[in-house]
């Protein structure tokens, strides 16, 4: 067993009691209750729930907004929350689909009717949002109270138990930084230059080791939502956030390493360049795939160290009231529909369902420019420290992610 996951392990006794959850397939037709201790336990008997035969490496499991789960992940929710079990080739489905194929399938009088909804959720939706925007209801009345108890409708049906808006805010900020993780790790895996380069492929994978450890270290960037993290221009504190001033369901809370572990993993002792631990490598290079248990492998010698921050770096991306302003398109300086543009989902359970469409947009696109740039850094030469640093950055925090209003959002090739 690998030293991060035998930390983990110690680290986090009460995570592996036995707890219940509910598994659907992905049109969400069937619905099971589910004990288990870990993920692949999870797997093992929603598979045999839903008569699905698959090998456990290829099914997937996601949450009803689509953030895929790993075994990490699982072990911060909650009883009781609802999964989706995905087989190959399958596509989880949003709900505005799945009402439409629900519409299709009852029967063939509603055809008109499913396609005139299915027009109505594609054709300007962005038009839409947007006056959807100007006509919710402005009170502020509810907006400060932060319990559960003292606004209920707030969290309404939300397949959830925190008891804070606050707590809530700051775990869908991090799935949506998660979300990056998982795609940048899925376009790396299945590029040429990971199939066919082994010395790059190496590399690679300590890359992976070392975005998963400092996202851990930071987070995932929950404060962004989070308005207790609000700028503060009195605030003088700078002692360093410690595990008891996260949330429960925070990763920090689950791999907190002291000192020696940190040198151990991150080390000068472990700093040598990637063909300083040849010998390990070529044992575990033999395979033509790896699993996530020998990534987890390269965690432990891992030449790129974790950075640590003091308290004063976590900072929201709201005010004190929880209201988020919109940066405007990744070319511009501001958004220009100025004051239009600004919403704060810690006032109704409407501008909280609102906000889903507002999107973290990469300055340097993710997918066209930042990974291709990897891969080929990679496949050239041993990628530097600051180089890595670099691409996290841009990757994961705001140095190069903006928070944009849906017509703010370009999706078309960013040059």
């Known amino acids: 067993m690998s030293l991060i996951a035998e930390c983990f ?50 099914v997937n499991i996601f949450l009803l907004d689509g953030s895929q789960i790993d075994e990490e ?10 999964l989706i079990l995905q087989k190959p080739g399958e596509e989880v489905l949003s709900d505005a689909d799945l009402l439409y194929d629900t519409l299709r399938r009852v029967n063939i009088d509603f055809l008109t009717a499913g396609d005139k909804a299915s027009k109505f959720l594609t ?14 209801n402005k009170d502020d009345s509810k907006t400060a109270l932060s319990a559960r108890d003292d606004h209920p409708e707030w969290f309404g049906e939300l397949e959830t138990n925190y008891t804070s808006k606050e707590a809530y805010m700051h775990r869908r900020c ?31 994978l300590y890359v992976i080791a070392f975005f998963k450890m400092q996202l851990k270290e930071d987070h995932y960037f929950g404060h962004y939502f989070d308005r207790t993290r609000a700028r503060i221009e009195s605030r003088e504190s700078t002692d360093e956030r410690d595990s008891t001033t996260c949330y429960d369901h925070c990763p920090c809370r689950l791999n907190r390493l002291d000192g020696g572990t940190y040198f151990r993993l991150f080390g000068t002792a472990d700093r040598s360049c990637v063909d300083g631990t040849k010998k390990k490598a070529e044992r575990n290079s033999i395979e033509d795939s790896r699993t996530e248990a020998e990534t987890e492998e390269d965690e432990d010698s891992c030449p790129y160290r974790i950075r640590t921050k003091g308290r004063e770096a976590w900072v ?30 810690y006032r109704s359970r ?30 050239q030469r041993v990628a530097s420290e600051d180089e890595i640093l670099e691409f996290y950055d841009n990757l994961f925090t705001v140095k190069n992610l903006r928070l944009v209003h849906i017509v703010c959002h370009d999706k078309g090739s960013h040059k």
Do not use: M
Request: charged share 30%; hydrophobic share 35%; with cysteine.
């Open 174 to 204: 991090q799935d949506r930084i998660r979300s990056y993780l998982y795609k940048t790790i899925d376009q790396i895996k299945s590029s040429e230059t990971f199939a066919s380069d082994q010395k790059a492929r190496k590399q690679l």
């Open 73 to 82: 992940y699982f072990h911060t929710l909650e009883p009781q929350t609802t």
């Open 350 to 379: 409407e501008e909280l369902i609102l906000f889903s469409t507002w999107n973290f947009d990469h300055k340097i696109e993710r997918s066209r420019t930042l990974v291709p740039q990897l891969l080929k850094l990679s496949a």
């Open 9 to 58: 392990r110690r680290l986090t006794p009460a995570r592996t009691e036995l707890k219940g959850y509910k598994v659907t397939d992905v049109n969400r037709t069937r619905k099971f209750g589910v004990a288990c201790r870990s993920l692949q336990e999870l797997k093992r008997k929603a598979c045999a729930k839903l008569n699905v035969t698959n090998d456990l490496a290829e």
């Open 316 to 345: 929201a991306i709201c005010d004190r009231n929880g209201e988020f302003r919109c940066e405007g398109v990744w070319n511009a300086d501001s958004c220009a529909y100025g004051e239009r543009h600004r919403i704060n989902p």
């Open 123 to 136: 054709e300007n939706l962005k038009a839409k949002v947007a006056v959807l925007n100007s006509v919710l």
